[in-house]
């Protein structure tokens, strides 16, 4: 279809509105100065971000936990939906809107209470796992939300038909309906690993000594004060996943 | 309910596979309270790896700490904070015999209000609020009265603190900075309410850059916070106030949880050192509670009065302490009273 | 089929009972309780805490989030619907990078979104720099620590989620549609209000959810970007956890935040949890 005038500049603008700060950002971040005012160019903020191993590690434990709550979120919410999908059950999909609802300090608060209170009978520590179950836990609504949009467009008389023809529940699952899904769940995967690589506030509460991700080094970064290796940081962020959307583009076209 | 069950073994088995690795030591502190060998040289000493992790605020620490297991082993509260982690049960009680340089720590901090017997916590550093100007402001300010002078409009930050805002209003009307009576704090929050239009927001530590910029020509703050302040430009000066100001003082604390005591006394006494607290304070400009390392700091540092003001000084100066709940509560209901003014 | 179906959902049921309602209701029971000396959370059990939300001070501050997230979420779909309107008529390939390209900033984290805004605002930032050095103005004007700072902030954090739904809804409608309507005389303008607008509704009704609670629960925003002078409910709440150490109250606040929510969402969108999933 012909894209109106007015709609390509009003995306151009709105593109603008979302890269160009971020941008700005990263220019600075090739800055002498630790402040605004442009003194030249350097990579010393560069070499300090590489040359902090906690920073390192703190990516690395990002990367881990966005990608493992990731594939469980989604195995889980795509299961959920599915089921939720052949017949409702009132309290999950209740359930699962109300933690959709629930502010994230609060989520992180009554998790943190939970935890508390499970340590008094087990001996175990806050760390990596309990980061995961809670990113899990907060995703598979977001899962949900995407996939039962894409299974409201399914057509349920061809599982039917699937079965006439002699196959068991499962095949029809998993030759009919699954692949039929296939846009909706990388959306949802997309969606999950954003809200984890993204989380502070959850994250935070339940992170132990050795699963510190990179929104809390930056959060305790930005608080101290003008820092370019935040502004740094974000520049190999923003240009290193721009860079991997245009190749998995590129390898598509293939 | 068996699902539930199942879960809490999963939970377990994942712990289970802890790694039985060499000696480790988790420490967790403020930004800044180290020397950059200070770290490193105690693991060469003790061949032990320390994880050594920092924050910007107590609640932060706090909600790190809560669930009394995760996994640190020592954190600095500031004094006011270790009551309630008392309660809490969070604390450890600290073995003296194992603290012989516990004597090095200045008279003044021998007893703090919060543990007079250093039963859970070691004085490690300590700070005062005091205002932080740029000196081309005239009149310069002398007490927290002047912090309400109309030429500040736009240009002034108070601390994003309730203790700290009230502290300021309280002295002001000259009532003590722990005030509990509801009068005066009723009294106090109507002078921060009277302030807020000159304000041109309530920072914390993000205040430093823009002072040295010159975005913001007064605030409140922090007296090691401002030292690095002044540090970093000249244009600007900091002072007690005369109608007096808070004292707060960051000790080190010993978990309960921590499965490694021993370890973390030795941790504990290293940083009680004269030597070590010196090269720490020389170096990140802070005030150290640790009297017999302060003749090893260089005359400047001595004589600097931003960071060690004299007694006449210190005379104006007040610990802050635990409220009562009502008083709390009250502190709490008439904080939000300012927010939403 | 049941026993499919029950394979099916006993993960994110377990998940949901265990990481969600019982967590949940030790808040409700917080909620019941008394703060201690120092903050902790103790006997007698009391609706004392429910009470005090009877309060007109925390009304103001309920009416201001309120009227906040509403204009981020009003903005929000305003910039969201063109936008999406414009990715769903593009090209297939160009559609995903357009797609990727509303994600993209969202993984620099949060945090980081906030400080290039505050690098933006601030009275030294690039926006007063550049109009300083240019002349147009003498003093820096004070962009950053006000409640329009606060909601640029929520908008545009919060933006895809208002871009990824109604593309999804947009993506759906039948081209042909908008085709015959333009055959049928009807301007563009026409064609958008009375044909594609009504068929949109339910990716309208998500993007708003999308947006309008995160930031009624929001108070990183509004601390950093307001300069902690204008609070949001999302404060309060936080400010009972942290600094005031009275759980039991945040607890209270928070659950009737949530039921607030809930009751809004239900009334005004018409229709349950089920069917909003």
């Given at each position: 279809?012909?894209q109106?005038?007015?709609?390509?500049v009003?995306?151009?603008?709105?593109?603008a509105?979302?890269?160009v700060?971020?941008?700005?950002?990263c220019a600075?971040?090739?800055?002498?100065?630790?402040?605004t005012?442009w003194e030249?160019?350097?990579?010393?903020?560069?070499?300090?971000?590489?040359?902090?191993?906690?920073?390192?590690e703190?990516?690395?434990?990002?990367l881990?936990i966005a990608?493992?709550?990731?594939?469980?979120?989604?195995a889980?919410?795509?299961l959920?939906?599915y089921?939720?999908?052949?017949?409702?059950?009132?309290?999950?999909s209740?359930?699962?809107?109300l933690s959709?609802?629930?502010?994230?300090?609060?989520?992180?608060?009554s998790l943190?209470a939970?935890?508390?209170?499970v340590?008094r009978?087990l001996?175990?520590q806050?760390?990596?796992h309990?980061?995961?179950?809670?990113?899990?836990?907060?995703?598979i609504?977001?899962v949900?939300?995407v996939v039962m949009?894409?299974?409201r467009?399914a057509?349920?008389?061809l599982?039917?038909?699937?079965?006439?023809?002699?196959?068991?529940e499962?095949?029809a699952?998993?030759?009919?309906?699954?692949?039929m899904l296939?846009p909706?769940?990388?959306?949802?995967?997309l969606?999950?690993f954003?809200?984890?690589?993204?989380?502070?506030?959850?994250?935070s509460l339940?992170?132990?000594?050795?699963?510190e991700?990179?929104?809390?080094v930056?959060y305790?970064m930005a608080?101290?004060?003008a820092n370019?290796?935040?502004?740094a940081?974000?520049?190999?962020?923003?240009?290193?996943?721009?860079a991997?959307?245009l190749?998995s583009?590129?390898?598509q076209?293939r | 309910?068996?699902r539930?069950r199942?879960?809490?073994?999963?939970l377990a088995g994942l712990s289970?596979?802890?790694?039985?690795t060499?000696?480790?030591?988790?420490?967790f502190?403020?930004s800044?309270?180290?020397?950059?060998?200070t770290?490193?040289?105690?693991?060469k000493?003790?061949?032990?790896k320390?994880?050594y992790?920092v924050?910007?605020?107590?609640?932060?620490?706090?909600?790190r700490?809560?669930?009394?297991?995760s996994?640190?082993?020592?954190?600095?509260?500031t004094?006011y904070?270790?009551p309630?982690?008392?309660?809490?049960n969070?604390?450890?009680?600290?073995?003296?015999?194992?603290?012989?340089?516990?004597?090095?720590?200045?008279?003044?901090?021998?007893?703090?209000?919060?543990?007079?017997?250093l039963?859970?916590?070691?004085?490690?550093?300590?700070?005062?609020t005091?205002?932080?100007?740029?000196?081309?402001?005239t009149?310069?300010?002398?007490?927290?009265a002047d912090?309400w002078e109309?030429?500040?409009?736009?240009?002034?930050?108070m601390?994003d603190?309730p203790?700290?805002?009230?502290?300021?209003?309280?002295?002001?009307?000259g009532?003590?900075?722990n005030?509990r009576?509801?009068?005066?704090?009723?009294?106090?929050?109507?002078e921060a309410?009277?302030?807020?239009?000159?304000?041109?927001a309530?920072?914390n530590?993000?205040?430093?850059?823009?002072a040295v910029?010159?975005d913001?020509?007064?605030?409140?703050?922090?007296?090691t916070?401002a030292?690095?302040?002044?540090?970093?430009?000249s244009?600007l000066?900091f002072?007690?106030?005369?109608?007096?100001?808070?004292?707060s003082?960051d000790c080190?604390?010993?978990?309960?949880e921590s499965?490694?005591k021993?370890?973390?006394?030795?941790?504990?006494?290293?940083?009680l050192?004269p030597?070590?607290?010196a090269r720490?304070?020389?170096?990140?400009r802070?005030?150290?509670?640790n009297?017999?390392?302060?003749?090893?700091?260089?005359?400047a540092?001595?004589?600097?009065?931003?960071?060690?003001?004299?007694?006449?000084?210190?005379?104006?100066?007040?610990?802050?302490?635990t409220?009562?709940?009502e008083?709390?509560?009250?502190?709490?209901?008439?904080?939000t009273?300012?927010k939403?003014? | 089929?049941?026993?499919?179906?029950?394979i099916?959902?006993?993960?994110?049921a377990?998940?949901t009972?265990?990481?969600?309602?019982?967590p949940l209701?030790?808040?409700?029971g917080?909620?019941?309780?008394?703060?201690?000396?120092?903050?902790?959370?103790t006997a007698?059990?009391?609706?004392?805490n429910?009470q005090r939300l009877?309060?007109?001070?925390?009304?103001i501050?309920?009416?201001r989030?309120l009227v906040?997230s509403?204009?981020a979420?009003?903005?929000?779909?305003?910039?969201?619907f063109p936008?999406?309107?414009f990715i769903?008529?593009?090209g297939?390939r160009?559609k995903?990078?357009?797609?990727?390209?509303?994600i993209?900033?969202?993984?620099?984290?949060?945090?980081?979104?906030t400080?290039?805004?505050?690098?933006?605002?601030?009275?030294?930032?690039?926006?007063?720099?550049?109009?300083?050095?240019?002349?147009?103005?003498?003093?820096p004007?004070?962009?950053?620590?006000n409640?329009?700072a606060?909601?640029v902030g929520?908008?545009y954090?919060?933006?895809?989620?208002?871009?990824?739904?109604?593309?999804?809804?947009?993506e759906?409608?039948?081209?042909?549609?908008m085709?015959?309507?333009?055959?049928?005389?009807?301007?563009?303008?026409?064609?958008?209000r009375?044909?594609?607008?009504?068929?949109?509704?339910p990716?309208?009704?998500?993007?708003a959810?999308?947006?309008f609670?995160?930031c009624?629960g929001?108070?990183?925003?509004?601390?950093?970007?307001?300069g902690?002078?204008?609070?949001?409910?999302?404060?309060l709440?936080q400010n009972?956890?942290?600094?005031?150490?009275?759980w039991?109250f945040?607890s209270?606040?928070?659950?009737?935040?949530?039921?607030?929510v809930?009751?809004?969402?239900?009334?005004?969108?018409k229709?349950?949890g089920?069917?909003?999933?």
């Open positions: 279809m012909k109106s005038r007015f709609l390509a009003f995306a151009a603008l709105v593109y509105f979302l890269h700060p971020l941008l700005i950002l600075f971040s090739f800055n002498s100065s630790r402040f005012v030249g160019f350097s990579l010393a903020w560069y070499r300090a971000m590489f040359g902090d191993a906690q920073l390192g703190a990516a690395w434990n990002s881990v990608l493992a709550s990731t594939v469980l979120a989604t889980i919410g795509t959920c939906a089921g939720l999908w052949k017949r409702g059950s009132k309290w999950l209740g359930s699962l809107y959709l609802v629930t502010p994230e300090i609060v989520t992180g608060i943190l939970f935890f508390q209170w340590f009978y001996q175990i806050l760390g990596m309990t980061v995961i179950l809670a990113h899990v836990a907060f995703s609504a977001y949900l939300l949009a894409r299974l467009t057509e349920p008389a599982e039917d038909a699937a079965l006439d023809l002699g196959a068991n499962w095949q699952f998993r030759l009919v309906t699954l692949p296939q909706g769940i990388i959306a949802a995967a969606l999950a954003t809200v984890s690589f993204d989380d502070y506030v959850i994250t339940v992170a132990g000594v050795d699963s991700t990179l929104p809390m930056l305790a608080r101290r004060g370019p290796v935040v502004s940081i974000s520049a190999v962020i923003f240009l290193g996943f721009g991997l959307i190749l583009e590129r390898m076209k | 309910m068996t539930r199942e879960i809490l073994i999963g289970g596979c802890a790694r039985p060499a000696r480790r030591l988790n420490v502190n403020w800044a309270y180290v020397a950059p060998e770290v490193p040289n105690f693991e000493h003790h061949a032990v320390v994880r992790s924050y910007e605020s107590n609640e932060e620490m706090l909600a700490v809560f669930s009394g297991n996994g640190w082993d020592i954190v600095f509260p004094h904070i270790v309630p982690m008392r309660e809490q969070l604390l450890a009680e600290l073995d003296h015999a194992q603290l012989p340089n516990l004597k090095n720590i200045e008279p003044a901090f021998q007893h703090p209000v919060s543990d007079p017997q039963q859970h916590s070691v004085p490690y550093m300590w700070n005062a005091g205002i932080l100007y740029n000196k081309k402001v009149p310069v300010p002398s007490k927290w912090l109309p030429h500040w409009k736009g240009h002034l930050t601390l603190d203790a700290e805002v009230f502290a300021a209003a309280l002295r002001k009307l009532y003590s900075l005030s009576d509801p009068n005066e704090l009723r009294a106090a929050q109507r309410v009277n302030q807020k239009p000159l304000l041109r309530y920072l530590t993000e205040v430093r850059d823009q910029a010159g913001i020509l007064g605030a409140q703050i922090w007296s916070t030292q690095q302040a002044i540090d970093a430009s244009d000066a002072v007690y106030p005369r109608d007096g100001f808070p004292l003082l080190a604390v010993l978990l309960r499965p490694r021993e370890i973390a006394h030795d941790f504990l006494n290293y940083l050192e030597n070590v607290s720490i304070a020389e170096t990140m802070t005030a150290t509670a009297g017999a390392a302060r003749p090893l700091l260089s005359a540092t001595q004589n600097n009065r931003t960071l060690y003001p004299p007694p006449e000084v210190m005379a104006q100066a007040e610990w802050f302490a409220v009562t709940p008083a709390q509560r009250l502190r709490d209901r008439l904080w009273e300012i939403s003014a | 089929m049941n026993r499919l179906r029950a099916f959902l006993a993960p994110s377990a998940f009972v265990v990481l969600f309602l019982i209701s030790i808040i409700v917080y909620s019941f309780h008394t703060r201690g000396v120092y903050g902790g959370v007698p059990w009391t609706t004392e429910y009877f309060d007109p001070l925390y009304g501050i309920l009416w989030s906040m509403t204009a979420t009003v903005l929000c779909l305003l910039i969201a936008l999406a309107l769903a008529r593009a297939e160009a995903s990078i357009y797609l990727y390209l509303v993209l900033p969202f993984w620099t984290s949060f945090l980081v979104r400080y290039a805004w505050m690098f933006l605002l601030r009275d030294t930032g690039l926006i007063n720099s550049v109009l300083l050095s240019l002349k147009i103005i003498n003093e004007l004070p962009l950053l620590y409640e329009t606060v909601v929520l908008v954090g919060y933006l895809p989620f208002a871009v990824l739904p109604l593309f999804s809804n947009l759906r409608l039948d081209k042909n549609l085709e015959a309507a333009a055959d049928l005389g009807a301007t563009p303008w026409n064609s958008i009375h044909v594609v607008l009504p068929l949109c509704a990716g309208m009704r998500a993007a959810v999308l947006v609670i995160p009624l929001a108070y990183l925003t509004p601390d950093l970007l307001g902690g002078k204008s609070i949001m409910i999302g404060n709440i009972q956890f942290t600094t005031a150490r009275d039991p945040g209270a606040i928070s659950l009737a935040l949530m039921a607030l809930m009751i809004l969402l239900t009334t005004l969108l229709q349950d089920e069917e909003a999933l």
